[in-house]
């Protein structure tokens, strides 16, 4: 068996472990070893073979027991046990935002229903109802939530995340095409939109059909939906769509902006030239004398519009041609800015690593620091941590310090922001923490009055450091809460409280509109990736483009400071 099989089975596993209620501690297990097991470099079988499973992190004797079963076998009789008990389908069900485990499993055995749609059907049929213990409120909480489950559904968008990597495996192909001259990515995915349609490439070449033909004939197309002397289309294995445009060196910088977008950014660009006695269109620029001028670089072409650049992050025309007019744009922030990350879990909650290694995978990358911030005690099924385990990691935290040079680990936590405002450890827990994140994990659909008070209150809370994914959302999956934003901005800065720009490529929240808000207000926010494992600490990257969508500067994000200043500012605020 292949990695990627051995993890969905552990997978699998948790998934049923948590249907049937067992203790988060080994639902968190088998998460994490699957985890382990996707990422591992080396072949899990030459792992096997040479007796080293138990080096993988998180694959101890009884996990270990079931690999050495897989990969002798082909099966796992630990899953098809679980199977017989509980339908893996019925997982489906529970990670419908709104429809927890317990009403799952209850209409399941009541009614023999399985999957999402005989839920829905059964609600619609007024047979939950009938169930002891729910009632026609359930059964409408059951049928809305279904309802706006399958709105998300129909989203063709992905995630950029996703989008991400398919675009760098069709470069990693398209690049050594021969003819090829230049290649980039264009459209939305160039803006770093969060939720991805399809991808734009332009390229540069003397001869269009060798290059076309090489697009359409790489190993990961697998429809070829248009295809013409200067274009193509193609559906990838992965079923999103990529579209190549062909143009000359000579032409490159201008169709690269024009397939950059976005619509609106456009539309002011072209009533511009028109002011100027120019004309932009699709087909390309021409002045005031009626010639078409060709742009190689896109730097050319913003200047004969008598404009800065702009930052295919800011196209979007939220007033960045005004700015660029005027010489005005803002100093974004950069990758490069980032001190450190303010908000990482390790294995001591629901994290794939230990401190350590967080640390020194973050030291690598030139940070100065991360903070540590596994879940508070009140997050079960993320093994969030008793006070006294919280205890015992700031021991452990201290003790790593003293042994590290140049390198700080802050003792930090997500702490769960309650229904009602309250933090979930108390004051005299919180103020030996250096970093205090708080996070709504729970009641996610209390009424916009309610939801506000709740994180206003937490707002207000003096350890309180940073108010982390401040709506919630998960793109595609997941609505934001009906938190009002502006009030939530506005108490921020009142209380000279941080809010949280979420890496992680799910979230990234604070969106990038949400952003400018902050921005507007003076509001200061920290990017953080909410990283779960050492590869998740690159996140960063998704989390600044967000920033930068909603004109953030280096001045404005708090992880950009040194160790030193950001002590200072924690202990002035």
Known sequence: MKNDEVAAVLYDISRLLELEGEEAYRIRAYRKASQSVESLEGDIDEYYKEGRLRDIPGIGTSIGGVIEELLRTGRSNLLEALKKETPLELYEVIEVPGIGRKTALKV???????????????????RIRRIKGLGDKAEKKILDAIERHRKSLG????????????????????????????VDVAGSLRRHVPMVGDIDIVAATDDPQEVVD??????????????????????????????????????????????????????????????RGDRLSREGFYNAGGEKVKFPEEDGFYRALGLEYVPPDLRENRGEVDAAAKGTLPDLITVEDMRGDLHVHTEWSDGANSIQDMAMAARAKGYEYIAICDHSKSLHVANGLSIERLRDQMVEIDRLNDTLENFTIFKGSEVDIMPDGSLDLPDDVLEDLDIVVGSVHTQLRQDPDVVTRRVLNALENEHLTILAHPTSRILGRREPTAVDIDRVIEAAKENRKVLEVNAYPDRLDLSDEHVKKAMDAGVMVSIDTDAHGIAELDYISFGVHNARRGWATKSRVLNTLSTGALLEYIDRY
Do not use: Q, W
Not at 216 to 221: K, V, Y
Not at 234 to 251: F, G, H, N
Not at 253 to 274: F, I, P, Y
């Open 214 to 275: 090489c697009f359409c004939n790489m190993p990961i197309t697998r429809i070829v939906k248009d295809k013409g002397e200067h274009h193509a289309e193609i559906t990838t294995r992965y079923r999103m769509d990529a579209k190549l445009r062909i143009v000359s060196r000579e032409d490159f910088g201008l169709r690269l902006a024009l397939d950059t977008g976005s619509k609106a950014h456009l539309s002011e660009l072209e009533k511009r030239a028109a002011a």
């Open 108 to 126: 399941h055995r009541a009614l023999g229903v399985t999957t999402i749609g005989e839920f829905r059907d059964a609600a619609r049929s007024h």
């Open 155 to 182: 989203e063709t968008r992905v995630p950029i995340i996703r989008a991400t990597a398919v675009a760098s495996e069709i470069l990693g192909y398209f690049k050594d095409c021969e003819g090829l001259l230049r």
